[in-house]
């Protein structure tokens, strides 16, 4: 390095200094104006942790824009030039010119280039003085996202309803974890069962609305469908086949009392026997586990556990445990916290979190509580009850709707028709109450139709409509089920 | 190599020469340094001023101090390329009548044009191989001038009728165009005071032309920096008005801009001023000091340009003005 690089260190540093210092304030003002821009947009679009990276832009930028100036080097022939436009009259840029030059005329500029560098003072050239627009302009920005706070802002409801709908889904994911661990590793149905269970549980926990994970649910469910149709079709199809035909038809009715009968009537070994052969010609593991477990309980002279491991096989599961109504008790759990989490998030009302009781409640289930086999949990809406303000206790029958569950459940503007609606929010009498009039329905005031000239054609609309309306399985079968029951 | 005594002694050499001539001449310090600025620099220059501002004493009060020869010739519109250039004469002698040349008064070292618009082209047009290339051509045959040799010249801006506007060629051949400017009150007592009663101090000898010559080699060795220089060559490049990187002003303003004589002439008269003002370097303050000299008497208005009332000088501080340095 010669004289002269070494005696413009000096001017070099303090010149990186004043720019790192300008840097950092541009970053900052940039920043600012960063933070400010997303705070505008987190106004009008959905923005998750916005604060994040504001914090990010206001801290990160200024801190990016010094640490670049501090590490780019400046140039000695820069720094030159800036001395000399402070008075030095383009003595260090010629004598950096000619450093390598020894003429008599080189040499006497090098030195009187030297001595006027003497004479300057780098603080004076480079003052760590900063732009007032710039510094202005700087808290204007930080005032302006200051007083941005006081407006409140609009999309903070939706992102909380959110991150409540994705910590619910969390939660549902976990219950669903554990009750796959909690499965009878020994059935054979497990394995498969345990992948539903973990995939729902990865969709779930990615899901970002209700609607994905909606359909995940209903893709969960209609796997176990899959799953449990295939061996309750290989069961009867091998009873069928080995002479059992009869009982395999009552089985399939759902019809107890004639299958059990029929398996009474015959003869214990011999359907021990051709329960054995049916077990050896089934295809599927767990229809050949239940057709077996059935004909050793004809060989032990155990009708009712014979039935049971017969009915097993007809539901499509091989347990005699509530495994598999366990099972679709645990997918509805998190199908009814999905629903109860999209409603929270249309009235802004956060989510309800009902639904940890009854997806622990199904989890326990899966450990040996429970009685009948292959027939649902005694909680026949899944958590919706609950869910939508009426008693998760109030016990029901199948077949029998209490006026609070057509409140719950009941929409007829779904059924796209004309006609009064009415919809309430909770149980009658309490919270509030809308009105809404429609066009006239079918028929006039002073005609009446008895409804079971319509009935058919207002079930087949519902059940279509349920269906268009992309719900899941067991919220279609709900349809299905109301209006199979006033038909009766 | 110029040795570091004679690059010291410069800037003291000019002062000496300066002194005598302040002996002859009041005021007018800026012309005087153009003037040996340029006479170092080895350029001619166009004197303009008025009559009576001592143009004539000043160029020889220049010759005293350098002890050079000096000639006067008064420009008429008579006057003939062979009263200035000399011709071949009929000289009888022991052989019998030959022919021999008779040089003109440009043969001098220091040759005063004075009122140079007032002589025919076919006269001043005499003067550019003098100016050029220091030599005169006369019968085919070529006779060089004396070095160092200058052609200094005036012109009246007044007096328009009757005269022959020099072309451009001619003007771009000299080096800088100086305006001599009225004096103020208190050099105007001065002139009076000094020439109107008898002198008892002349300009003496402080150099010659040797001393010139040598001036000149030390000025030359000056450095010059790039961005120095890329300076000046733009600031002679923006005078162009067909150039897309010239200003509105300029492409406006000007029919056309200064040759490459222009930043020659700006570069070897930036580097002598450098030293007089004791740097060993040229700076942009060189350029920008010498720039309206360099380039008043090389663009040319166009009418636009007049009919907007701008003037050369206007159009170099505006250039000078916009031009970035570095």
């Not at chain 1, 995940?216 to 449990?228: G, N, P, T, W």
């Not at chain 2, 220091?110 to 025919?120: F, G, P």
């Not at chain 2, 580097?271 to 060993?280: E, I, K, P, S, T």
Request: glycine share 6%; with cysteine; net charge negative.
């Amino acid at each position: 390095m010669t004289r002269l690089e070494q005696a413009l260190k000096p001017m070099s540093s303090r010149m990186k200094l004043q720019r790192t210092a300008e840097w950092a304030v541009i970053g900052l003002l940039v920043g600012m104006i960063g933070a400010l821009l997303m705070r505008i947009a987190s106004f009008l679009w959905l923005f998750p942790k916005v604060w994040l990276w504001s914090a990010v832009s206001f801290c990160g930028v200024p801190l990016l824009c010094a640490l670049i100036s501090w590490v780019w080097p400046i140039a000695v022939i820069d720094a030159a030039r800036k001395v000399d436009a402070a008075g030095l009259e383009a003595r260090l840029q010629t004598a950096l010119m000619l450093k390598e030059s020894s003429t008599p005329m080189a040499e006497l500029q090098r030195q009187d280039a030297l001595k006027h560098l003497e004479t300057v003072n780098p603080k004076q050239i480079f003052p760590l003085k900063l732009s007032r627009i710039l510094l202005l302009s700087t808290l204007t920005c930080m005032l302006a996202y200051g007083l941005s706070f006081l407006i409140p802002n609009p999309q903070e409801s939706v992102l909380s309803a959110r991150a409540a709908f994705q910590q619910e889904m969390t939660k549902q994911a976990e219950l669903l974890d554990e009750g796959a661990v909690k499965l009878d590793a020994t059935e054979p149905q497990t394995p498969e069962l345990r992948k539903i269970l973990s995939d729902l549980s990865m969709e779930l926990r990615k899901a970002e609305e209700p609607r994905t994970a909606l359909n995940a649910v209903d893709e969960a469910e209609r796997r176990i469908e899959r799953l449990q149709a295939a061996t309750r079709e290989d069961a009867l199809s091998a009873m069928e086949n080995k002479g059992m035909s009869d009982v395999a038809t009552a089985l399939e009715n759902g019809d107890e009392e004639t299958a059990k009968q029929l398996l009474s009537q015959q003869n214990e070994q011999n359907a021990a026997n051709a329960l054995n052969q049916a077990a050896r010609a089934a295809v599927d593991a767990a229809a050949a586990q239940s057709l077996t477990q059935a004909a050793q309980a004809m060989q032990s002279g155990d009708l009712t556990a014979a039935l049971n491991a017969l009915q097993s096989a007809a539901a499509g599961t091989s347990s005699v445990t509530l495994q598999a109504a366990a099972l679709n008790n645990m997918v509805r759990m998190a199908a009814a916290a999905v629903g109860s989490s999209q409603m929270a998030m249309m009235t802004g009302t956060g989510s309800q979190n009902g639904q940890g009781g009854a997806g622990s409640s199904a989890i326990a289930a899966l450990t040996g509580g429970g009685s009948g086999a292959g027939k649902g949990s005694s909680n026949k809406d899944g958590g919706y009850r609950e869910a939508n303000g009426l008693s998760a206790t109030t016990p029901t029958q199948e077949g029998s709707l209490t006026l609070e569950d057509y409140e719950s459940i009941y929409d007829p503007t779904r059924l796209n028709r004309e006609g009064e609606s009415v919809q309430t929010k909770g149980k009658i009498g309490e919270g509030e109450i809308s009105e809404i009039t429609a066009g006239a329905g079918l028929g006039t005031v002073e005609e009446s139709v008895p409804y079971r000239q319509v009935i058919t054609e207002y079930e087949e609309t519902a059940v279509t409509a349920a269906q268009n309306a992309d719900l899941p399985l067991y919220a279609q079968k709900w349809v299905q089920d109301y209006f199979s029951a006033l038909s009766e | 190599m110029i040795p570091e005594e004679q690059i010291e002694s410069f800037k003291e050499q000019i002062n000496r020469i300066r002194a005598e001539i302040k002996k002859e001449i009041i005021g007018q310090e800026p012309v005087v340094e153009q003037l040996l600025t340029a006479m170092i620099a080895g350029g001619n220059v166009l004197l303009e001023g008025v009559p009576g501002l001592g143009k004539t004493r000043l160029v020889r009060a220049l010759s005293q101090s350098l002890e050079l020869p000096f000639s006067r010739i008064q420009f008429t519109p008579d006057l003939m390329p062979a009263d200035i250039t000399g011709t071949n004469i009929i000289v009888k002698t022991e052989n019998g009548n030959e022919f021999r040349f008779q040089e003109g008064p440009l043969f001098s070292s220091i040759v005063l044009a004075d009122e140079i618009n007032r002589a025919t082209p076919k006269t001043q047009a005499a003067l550019l191989e003098a100016m050029q290339e220091h030599s005169v051509t006369v019968a085919g045959e070529t006779h060089a001038l004396n070095e160092p040799y200058f052609v200094l010249a005036t012109q009246n801006p007044m007096e328009q009728e009757g005269t022959y506007p020099l072309p451009e060629a001619q003007l771009d051949r000299f080096m800088l165009k100086i305006l001599v400017g009225f004096p103020n009150m208190e050099e105007l007592s001065q002139i009076v005071g000094l020439t109107t009663v008898p002198q008892t101090e002349h300009a003496q000898a402080a150099a010659n032309g040797e001393t010139l010559l040598r001036l000149r080699a030390v000025a030359q060795e000056v450095p010059i920096a790039q961005a120095v220089r890329e300076y000046a060559l733009r600031l002679v490049l923006w005078t162009h008005p067909e150039l897309p990187e010239s200003p509105e002003k300029v492409r406006s303003a000007l029919r056309f801009g200064a040759s490459p004589r222009a930043a020659q002439a700006l570069i070897a008269t930036a580097r002598v001023r450098a030293l007089m003002q004791g740097r060993y370097n040229v700076a942009f303050e060189d350029i920008e000091a010498l720039a309206p000299a360099c380039l008043r008497h090389r663009i040319a208005l166009s009418f636009e340009g007049m009919a907007m009332g701008e003037t050369a000088e206007g159009i170099i501080a505006e250039l000078l003005k916009t031009l970035p340095r570095g």
